[in-house]
């Protein structure tokens, strides 16, 4: 009886942890997860359909990246959360302690915070933008939150997306698609105003 108890407390322990913390960080497509304490998931999706490329090699290359910029910038600042490839697509999720590990590891612009912090840190916020809704939407540099995203990327964040840039365009609640061209020397970083 005690061990059916235990048990029983157990699969209500495991259950209540799954649930509390929110659904799991998952992407059909690359995507850039900004969450609300300043932590970053990054997901990357590609297809891996050919019979040359070799699973075992792929992994050894994550891991060996990123044990190289830990090596450099000190433990917890990326971690590998998964790599499965599964009909014919990997994906790789990782964790980054911050935007500017994000920004480091993957040699683009990026930056997650409030939009007071971005002008202060010498981002030049433009002024034209597009507001997500009809409704009288407030332009607070204190307390609204800011990414600004230099590569092309699916963006999620813990609120409500009020305003973004021409190259960014809003596919639900919480979530933008960001237009990017690595190969054009002008291309200008998106940027997207949330709370």
């Known amino acids: 009886m005690r061990k059916a108890v235990q048990l029983g407390m157990l699969s209500a322990l495991t259950i209540t942890l799954l649930t509390g913390c929110g659904a799991e960080f998952s992407a059909d ?24 490329y070799d699973e075992e090699e792929l992994s050894e290359f994550i891991t060996d990246t990123v044990d190289t910029y830990v090596a450099k910038s000190g433990d917890g600042t990326v971690v590998i959360q ?34 007071l912090d971005a002008k202060v840190n010498g981002y030049d916020i433009p002024d034209a933008f597009t507001a997500v809704t009809d409704k009288d939407t407030t332009w607070d540099a204190e307390e609204n939150k800011i990414v600004i995203v230099g590569q092309q ?30 190969l054009d020397e002008e291309a200008q970083p998106a940027y997207i105003v949330y709370k």
Do not use: P, R, W
């Not at 300043?38 to 359909?49: E, L, R």
């Not at 590990?101 to 409030?114: C, I, L, M, P």
């Not at 990327?153 to 690595?182: E, M, P």
């Open 29 to 52: 497509k690359d995507t850039v997860y900004v969450q609300k304490k300043g932590t970053i998931k990054g997901a990357n999706v590609a297809d891996f359909d050919k019979d040359y």
């Open 82 to 115: 998964e790599f499965a490839v599964e009909d014919g697509v990997a994906h790789v999720y990782l964790d980054y302690a911050g935007a500017e590990d994000y920004a480091q590891f993957n040699g683009v612009e990026f930056y997650a915070g409030t939009i």
């Open 153 to 182: 990327t699916q963006v999620q964040v813990d609120g409500t997306i009020l305003f973004v840039s021409d190259n960014a365009a809003v596919t639900g609640k919480n979530t933008a698609d960001v237009t990017y061209d690595i």
